[in-house]
């Protein structure tokens, strides 16, 4: 059992049935030393990941104000090589992406093969505060969930490893978060009053995102709820989630990679059979 | 029944069913004046989809080489005002475009609502060209056939107005319009050797059209099959059938535009009655 919680398959959930504090088998030291070892690994598997390019990955935060969408982007997959990573951050929709499709401006930054790209909020904005807010009929946004895992399964059938992950954090710590924000003025230029009054809809976030995570847990891109009041746990959570998708790749990349080698050698190898000009022999 | 032929709903279409020549109740010149008069219309109304912005309007070309998908746009979309129309040419892909699912590419070229815009070739072509010369494993490009419808329903559900158009064109006429490409040095550039060799394949490419027009004639999105041997029939169904797409809507966009105009009236009424510096009454 992982520090975060897969929902496996189409089911309703409760958040009330996760603890945001996380279980209690790990501390804070032996937490933050094994997310250093998973974030190497993390790095070695990406290197592989760019080289084979045969699979992209794409991973999805979402999560309400100061749950650390932002923290876990700096901790988790700051280390990753920049040439093979990036984010995509998703506002407020322009009036030219609101001429479109919700999926339009989404579909546009998804990965490459041999890509990671991180979504910090995403398509499921529109069935989140578009659905709290009533920003659309509501015979709109229930269509969406059909249509996100649709695009989703378009993704994975190209080869996408899709990873979401919920940030979950309770109402006590969201208060103290912001309170917080307040105090530090290294931080306060994070504040904003519509957290505040963001929060006056509490229930009705929640009851949109049980819906989101139930409807739209598919086997090709379950779900990952993150205990996230503990930063150093959600850390944790969050970089493991992602080593154990990507590690079963690893078999297949190296031999993909092997088989490019031999052929590259062959290559060479004919080179030097047939051309003056051949390179040395090693 | 128009000159086109409508493909309703999911059934096994055969081509050999339709006479790429035409009926025969119309003459060239009635037929030039009636798609003379058609253009007018489309022109009218396209300026409507443009105010109201409601609709947007997707015209999709696919047919063999010479079918007439360039003259289509030159002479029937032509008259457009380029401000709300546009072309995309789908040819072979880039490195950066195979790196992603295939309909990346035509997602970012989806038109926004307001618009029309014009496929030249299009997402149709990774179950035609790519299908034919097995481009990706056969599981690859069966699954696309779903991809595509609902894709389409993403766009329709938007508010799109999906066109697809398959110009019709016999095995004798493509091969006197080659022929005639050799002979006429201002056409000569559009000659390619390839073209040759695509005939050669002539059989695959009805079987594998006869599957997209059957698999992906959804009551949102239908294929049209356009008799194409003559440029003018050709013409006057396509025009046709594109107006007749667009008539129904007229209404509901004037009624809009009134209700923005009676919006803005009042408005200005307002200022006249609060402002010094009003705007004139009239």
């Not at 598997?45 to 100061?66: K, N």
């Not at 909020?121 to 529109?126: G, L, V």
């Not at 009041?229 to 944790?236: E, G, S, Y």
């Not at 078999?251 to 004919?270: C, D, N, P, T, Y």
Request: aromatic fraction near 8%.
């Amino acid at each position: 059992m992982g520090y975060a919680h897969r929902v496996d398959g189409e089911r309703k959930i409760h958040l009330k049935d996760f603890d945001p504090h996380g279980h209690a088998d790990v501390g804070r030291e032996e937490a933050e030393e094994k997310t250093a070892r998973l974030c190497e690994e993390m790095t070695e598997l990406q290197e592989m990941l760019y080289a084979a390019s045969q699979h992209s990955v794409l991973i999805v935060l979402q999560g309400r104000d100061t749950s650390g969408k932002d923290g876990t982007i700096r901790k988790v997959t700051g280390p990753l090589n920049a040439q093979g990573c990036g984010v995509s951050s998703f506002k407020v929709p322009t009036s030219e992406e609101l001429a479109h499709d919700f999926l339009w401006r989404v579909h546009a930054k998804a990965p490459a093969r041999g890509q990671i790209r991180i979504f910090n909020r995403s398509h499921y904005e529109d069935v989140l505060v578009v659905r709290v807010h009533q920003l659309v009929p509501e015979k709109a946004w229930r269509a969406r969930y059909d249509h996100i895992n649709r695009f989703e399964e378009l993704l994975t059938d190209s080869g996408a490893i899709i990873l979401k992950f919920y940030l979950h954090i309770s109402r006590k710590e969201q208060e103290q978060r912001l309170l917080e924000r307040e105090q530090d003025p290294t931080k306060s230029w994070k504040l904003s009053t519509s957290d505040w009054q963001e929060r006056e809809y509490w229930g009705a976030y929640t009851e949109a995102y049980e819906d989101a995570i139930s409807r739209c847990s598919t086997s090709h891109a379950p779900w990952h709820i993150v205990p996230a009041d503990r930063k150093w746990f959600r850390n944790l959570a969050v970089a493991e989630t992602i080593v154990e998708a990507l590690r079963p790749c690893k078999k297949g990349w190296l031999a993909h990679l092997e088989e490019i080698g031999r052929r590259e050698k062959a290559a060479i190898a004919e080179l030097r059979r047939n051309h003056a000009s051949a390179p040395p022999h090693p």
